[in-house]
């Protein structure tokens, strides 16, 4: 109850507390990039906001004497803001607001305000006027793309206008509910947070005719870095991160240091017993950097979590997580992706004649068999058990897949877990943990709780969201570059892994060029089958977590559709 009470009075104190008069901008703009940054408190600092950083950074170097950077707060309006500069003309103060783009042209061709920057400069003025206690005649928006200065008079309509966009945005910040896309699409293709909003997939959810236009880039081509020597040290050093190699005094080398810029860096994975500073793990937090573990067994140990602002996301997450029909919708789909995955990459292995086609053959129609039976299983129990069936199918066949010249000891018999007893699932096995902790990456980057699944159960220490979401990626991002990899005699069966008894592992060279396999891997691009356009496979991982939060927001339908072809 007390939890309640307190969850209530924090969302009364949000809605009393001041706006920012940027915000209102944004709410101009379009309700939803409003509600993502105030409410979910999604931000990326794309190009043109850094331009317009430096534009008012220029600008406080050309200081004159009207200038004055001003921070007002009205408590009673529900107004804060920084004014970009003020100045008095004939005894009027005017408050400036300068833009690095173009005015809007009307009919008549004349430069007018955009609606959002006229809401902007009116709310900057009328907080002048309450605050001050002096009337404001007008504000004036600065055009610098086509050198145009445009008036606006604060009249009662201004003030009006401002008044209940203040309202529409308190009653928004108490909203759980994201307001819908905006109609006028070509303000999407200018918006920062498009990759994040995701507008033509939610366009495309309620029209299939829709065709998606890409509004983010296909790669993420930060780097991940894998610290694999047992001591090396991340560190920070000013706005780089420092890697420290422990020397080698067998060897007599000295220690290694290699400097990274934050800003090119995506992931850390600590392996075994690297080691990183708590000054390099919060800085890692606040460049968005995820940092992992994994043990040099090449267990997924688990990610530093440092989500903030996520709260309205969980909340979402939790409540049609507590469906168990929405479930089980769900998880068929997500035994179909993963099913038909395995079935059409066998059917690859299926050329020519001979004993292995044969055998590949009956699994590929047994499971075509299977298959049908899986939308409609009516328990996660039903479909738990179909999804047995298929992974005996598929994992009975696998070994068929390998070339007939590859060294006995390289090929596939059975799947065994950890302990992996063979090379083949030791190359499985690790190839699932690094897949585990990229997912998790995403899961943690879109803001979902990993917690809390729809069809595994916490039964294990995995996260169970983060293993359902692992079922889709199995097959193209470890299966088939294993597979691949052995048929083209690319291991070492004596170098790359170490034997200990009935257990089979990874040596330090193996783990090295399974990383740099399951990276290059990562990188290829893939067109996804639903929206038609091409993305790396590290991208397609963030845009599925997505997808299925989408699923929950009355956008779904494209959740669970990366099939192979
Ligand atoms: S991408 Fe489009 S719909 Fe989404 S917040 Fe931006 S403008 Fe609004």
Redesign the pocket.
């Known amino acids: 109850m007390n939890a309640i009470t307190s969850f209530l009075d924090s969302l009364e104190a949000t809605a009393n507390s001041t706006l920012r008069v940027s915000s209102l901008h944004a709410l101009a703009?379009?309700?939803?990039?409003f509600y993502?940054e105030e409410v979910e408190e999604l931000y990326t600092e794309d190009a043109a906001v850094f331009a317009g950083r430096r534009l008012h950074a220029e600008l406080e170097k050309q200081e004159d004497e009207d200038w004055e950077e001003l921070f007002l707060e009205n408590e009673e309006l529900g107004l804060r803001g920084r004014v970009d500069a003020l100045r008095t003309r004939d005894g009027w103060v005017i408050p400036y607001e300068h833009k690095r783009g173009r005015s809007y042209r009307d009919e008549h061709d004349q430069p007018q305000a955009w609606e959002s920057d006229r809401l902007q400069i009116l709310a900057y003025a009328y907080l002048l006027e309450v605050t001050l206690g002096v009337p404001i005649q007008e504000g004036r928006i600065r055009y610098h793309a086509d050198n145009v200065l445009v008036h606006v008079p604060l009249d009662e309509t201004g003030r009006r206008m401002v008044r209940e966009a203040i309202a529409q945005a308190r009653a928004l910040r108490c909203s759980t509910h994201r307001p819908?896309?905006?109609e006028n699409?070509r303000?999407?293709g200018r918006?920062?947070?498009?990759p994040v909003?995701?507008?033509e997939e939610?366009r495309l959810a309620h029209d299939q005719g829709w065709q998606p236009v890409r509004?983010f880039p296909e790669d993420d081509d930060r780097q991940i870095l894998h610290i694999l020597e047992p001591g090396t040290s991340v560190g920070r050093a000013g706005e780089q991160l420092k890697i420290t190699a422990c020397p080698n005094r067998s060897a007599g080398t000295k220690p290694t240091v290699e400097k990274v810029p934050a800003r090119q860096v995506g992931q850390v994975v600590l392996h075994s017993f690297a080691q990183i500073s708590t000054q390099a793990l919060r800085f890692c937090a606040d460049q968005g950097i995820g940092v992992h573990l994994v043990s040099g067994g090449g267990r997924y140990l688990g990610s530093f979590d440092s989500r903030q602002g996520s709260i309205q996301r969980r909340l979402r997450q939790y409540e049609a997580l507590s469906n168990p029909d929405f479930c089980l919708q769900l998880a068929r789909r997500l035994v179909a992706c993963r099913g038909q995955g395995q079935r059409k990459f066998l059917m690859r292995g299926r050329r020519g004649a001979g004993e292995a086609t044969a055998a590949l053959g009956v699994a590929i129609d047994q499971m075509k068999a299977v298959l049908k039976g899986v939308p409609r299983a009516e328990s996660l129990g039903s479909l738990l058990g179909l999804e047995g069936n298929l992974a005996a199918l598929y994992f009975g066949a696998l070994g068929e897949m390998i070339s007939p010249g590859v060294p006995q000891e390289l090929r596939f018999d059975q799947r065994n877990r950890r302990p992996p007893k063979d090379r083949f699932n030791a190359l499985l096995g690790f190839g699932y943990a690094l897949l585990l902790k990229d997912v998790m990456n995403a899961i943690l980057t879109v803001g979902l709780e990993p917690a809390l699944g729809f069809y595994h159960q916490p039964r294990t220490q995995a996260p169970p969201l983060a293993l359902d979401l692992m079922e889709i990626f199995r097959i193209p991002l470890v299966d088939m570059p294993v597979v691949g990899s052995i048929n083209r005699n690319q291991w070492d069966a004596a170098t790359d892994f170490t034997v200990c008894e009935q257990q089979v592992w990874l040596s330090d060279d193996g783990r090295r060029k399974f990383v740099a396999l399951y990276e290059r891997r990562k990188e290829e691009s893939w067109k996804h089958p639903v929206t038609e356009y091409s993305l790396t496979y590290r991208r397609l991982m963030e845009l599925e977590v997505r997808l299925l939060e989408k699923e929950w927001m009355g956008e779904g339908g494209l959740f669970g559709q990366l099939i192979i072809r």
Do not use: D, N
């Open positions: 703009y379009c309700p939803r990039l993502l819908p896309v905006t699409e303000l999407c918006c920062s947070l498009a909003c995701l507008p939610a509004l």
